[in-house]
């Protein structure tokens, strides 16, 4: 009688191990299909679009650098506002944003202070919402930065390869 109630025990013991260990390798086999999201392999040059004006760029992506950063032209604070310019190559579009914060920047040959913005742009198939600081990049070759704090989420650099994901967001989806 006790071999009876022993062998029932371990049939159930190991039927609730095979149930447990077949609902873990379900989970993880679909994970994806659960709501989690897969990363975007992007490049070392990628298009991005500022939303909401539709105005496409060229940009750099750095993993180096901690903020995105924008080529903004002529420059104006105005209290809580900055007012700017694209490059007239980009369409030359005015436009006014309001300071999120300022930040301290150094190089070698000086130290400034950057008004930092909040922008929507589209890079890959998403729409990422990301602060960039404003600063005049007519001395480089791409016009904005996307830096670190626009990647970390849902991006995968490989620096192998070039505008490999264009962009393409459905509308009204911020990360």
């Known amino acids: 009688m006790a071999g009876n109630i022993y062998r029932t025990r371990t049939k159930m013991t ?4 095979l149930a447990l260990f077949c609902t873990c390798l379900v989970f993880f086999m679909c994970g994806d299909a659960m709501g989690e999201e897969k990363k975007i392999t992007i490049g070392c040059v990628e298009e991005i ?3 909401p004006w539709g105005v496409k760029l060229p940009a750099r992506v750095d993993t180096g650098a901690a903020i995105s950063s924008l080529d903004a032209r002529n420059v104006v604070v105005k209290g809580d506002t900055v007012e700017f310019k694209l490059p007239r190559k980009y369409g030359g579009r ?3 944003l309001p ?3 300022w930040m301290a920047v150094r190089s070698s040959m ?10 929507e742009f589209c890079l890959g198939g998403k729409l990422v919402r990301a602060e960039a600081n404003l600063m005049d990049r007519s001395r480089v070759k791409y016009p904005f930065l996307v830096g670190r704090n626009a990647l970390e989420a849902d991006f995968v650099v490989d620096c192998t390869k070039e505008r490999s994901t264009p962009p ?3 509308e009204g989806k911020t990360n």
């Open 14 to 17: 190991s039927r609730i191990r």
């Open 49 to 51: 679009v500022l939303m």
């Open 94 to 96: 005015q436009l006014s």
């Open 99 to 101: 300071i999120a914060r």
């Open 110 to 119: 000086s130290r400034e202070r950057r008004p930092v913005v909040v922008l």
């Open 168 to 170: 393409a967001c459905p």
